[in-house]
Nanobody
């Protein structure tokens, strides 16, 4: 069972950058596909980005393509979300999620596919 802890959130001005981290416990991190989701007040949780077990395949929501980059370091059991050119509409609680993946080159964009979730980290972008 994976335990996930996000960090790196905070308050930033529009146009700024933040780097989120998600540290996972356990020795099987490399078997998990990882995802980032976010939830703004009054809205449903939405997909942001995902990365395959081997880190080669990534997927992004259209709203963040070209601005956000997901990566992972399997040796450090950590997945990252680099967020550039932030906009006020990026304000949300950001969650990382994990699921065991049979294939090394698959990512998942639906929350229902994920088994484990972190507690979330708040990102606030001021205009």
């Amino acid at each position: 069972q994976a335990q996930l802890v996000e960090s790196g959130g905070g308050l930033v001005q529009a146009g700024g950058s933040l780097r989120l981290s998600c540290a996972a416990s356990g020795r099987t991190f490399s078997y998990y596909a990882m995802g980032w989701f976010r939830q703004a007040p009054g809205k449903e949780r939405e997909f942001v980005a995902s990365i395959s077990r081997n880190g080669v395949i990534t997927g992004y929501a259209d709203s963040v393509k070209g601005r956000f980059t997901v990566s992972r370091d399997n040796a450090k059991n950590t997945v990252f979300l680099q967020m550039n050119s932030l906009k006020p509409e990026d304000t949300a609680v950001y969650y990382c999620a994990a699921r065991p993946a049979d294939y090394s080159d698959t990512y998942y964009s639906s929350a229902i596919n994920y088994n484990y979730w972190g507690q979330g980290t708040q990102v606030t972008v001021s205009s």
